[in-house]
Every structure is written in structure tokens, then in C-alpha cells.
């Protein structure tokens, strides 16, 4: 079992934790798609919000593969808050779920992102997200200030009509509001989407 020097660098901080929360209360989802259990501090923060609003039939759908890692942390967390009736944690890498959730037609109204962070996998999460939360709805990130996912995210924002919501107090998570209704780009309007900001 990792020890708490490993969950203080994984796990969301608690001030971000308690953003996570406030957007999750103001949104007011009935399912959530998160991606990345871990120590489940974002996933206690988001069962929390669930609670609060309430809505029956609220689910909120968990993607790790690896929380055996972790000696089910995670879910123990949620289990000891009392939230784990209303979540379902799938454990399998996102890039291979979330496929099959758009092929069960699964519909959510926010997604938090805090799973993998090598480009490649945060962009095919992201493209699958982009089917499964409705349009309209909220995709949150965790750790945009790394590359791999900040160019990710970028080419949703320059191609595909995603807008950054802002957030009103200081936090690292980043928060994107989708067309409704969706837009499908064509091919020959691809905007490049280098995270400096230079086009090749
Ligand atoms: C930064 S941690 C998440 C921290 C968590 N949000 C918390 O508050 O404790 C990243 C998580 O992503 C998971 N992960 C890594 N690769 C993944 C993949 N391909 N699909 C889904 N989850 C993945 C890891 O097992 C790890 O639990």
C-alpha cells in the first residue's frame, strides 16, 4: 500500500476538492463519467455533490484500471462516506470503457478527467467523452498545466467548439462547457493545436 507521501502528491487537494464540488452543485448532473480513482478525494467530492442535489436515478460512473494499486482506496473512501450505492466503478483502462459506454448509449451531463496524462489517452478519452456528455454539458480537467493535457483539451477548444468556463476562485482544474448542440468539424477547416500557442 503507497504511503502518504504518495497520496499527497496523487490525490486533488482538498481546496480543489471543494471547487470539483461547487461546480458539480451548480451543474446539478444526474451521471457523471470521472476517469482516475486513485485515493478517491475527487470522487468523495463528487459523490458529495450527487447527494446534495438529490436528483433520483443519480449515477456516477468510475474508470481505473489500476485500484488494486492502490489497495481499493478509493473506493473504501466512498464506501466509508456512505456514497458507493450510486457508483459503478469499472475497472478497465478509459480508453477501452468509455468506447462501450458510447456503444450502451450511456448519456452523462459532467465528466472529471484525472486518468491518465499521457497525450495520446487523455485525447482518446476526450474524444469519447465528446459523445458521452450531453451537449451542453461539463468537462472538467485536473492538471492542465501539464502539455500532454492541455494540448489535448486544446484541440476540443479550437475544433470542436468547447468553450473554458471560468472559474471564479484559484484552482488548477479546468473547466469546459460543450456546444449544444454538438459541432462536427470538417476535415478542411482543422485548426493545429500546439499547447504555446505557435502553429506550424
Ligand atoms: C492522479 S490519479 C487520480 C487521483 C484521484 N482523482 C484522487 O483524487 O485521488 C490518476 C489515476 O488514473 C488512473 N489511471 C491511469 N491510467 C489510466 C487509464 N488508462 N484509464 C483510467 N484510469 C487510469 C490511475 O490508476 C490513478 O488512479
Not at 27 to 41: H, K, N, Q, W
Request: glycine letters at 8%.
Amino acid at each position: 500500500m503507497p504511503g502518504d507521501a504518495d497520496r499527497e502528491r496523487i490525490t486533488l487537494p482538498d481546496e480543489d476538492c471543494a471547487v470539483l464540488r461547487d461546480l458539480m452543485l451548480a451543474e446539478e448532473p444526474r451521471v457523471v463519467i470521472e476517469i482516475g480513482l486513485a485515493y478517491g478525494s475527487s470522487a468523495v467530492a463528487i459523490g458529495e455533490a450527487l447527494h446534495a442535489i438529490g436528483v433520483p436515478g443519480a449515477r456516477h460512473v468510475i474508470v481505473d484500471p489500476f485500484q488494486n494499486q492502490f489497495a481499493d482506496a478509493g473506493w473504501s473512501a466512498l464506501v466509508a462516506a456512505g456514497l458507493a450505492d450510486r457508483c459503478t466503478l469499472l475497472r478497465e483502462r478509459s480508453q477501452l470503457a468509455l468506447p462501450r459506454l458510447v456503444q450502451e448509449s450511456l448519456v452523462a451531463d459532467a465528466a472529471f478527467v484525472d486518468g491518465s496524462h499521457i497525450f495520446h489517452n487523455v485525447f482518446v478519452d476526450l474524444v469519447h467523452l465528446r459523445e458521452l456528455v450531453r451537449p451542453g454539458g461539463l468537462v472538467v480537467l485536473d492538471d492542465c498545466e501539464w502539455p500532454s493535457v492541455a494540448t489535448a483539451v486544446r484541440y476540443f477548444e479550437r475544433n470542436t467548439g468547447w468553450r473554458a468556463q471560468a472559474i471564479d476562485r484559484p484552482t488548477r482544474l479546468r473547466a469546459f462547457r460543450l456546444p449544444d448542440p454538438r459541432v462536427e468539424p470538417s476535415f478542411d477547416s482543422f485548426v493545429p493545436f500546439g499547447s504555446d500557442g505557435t502553429e506550424p
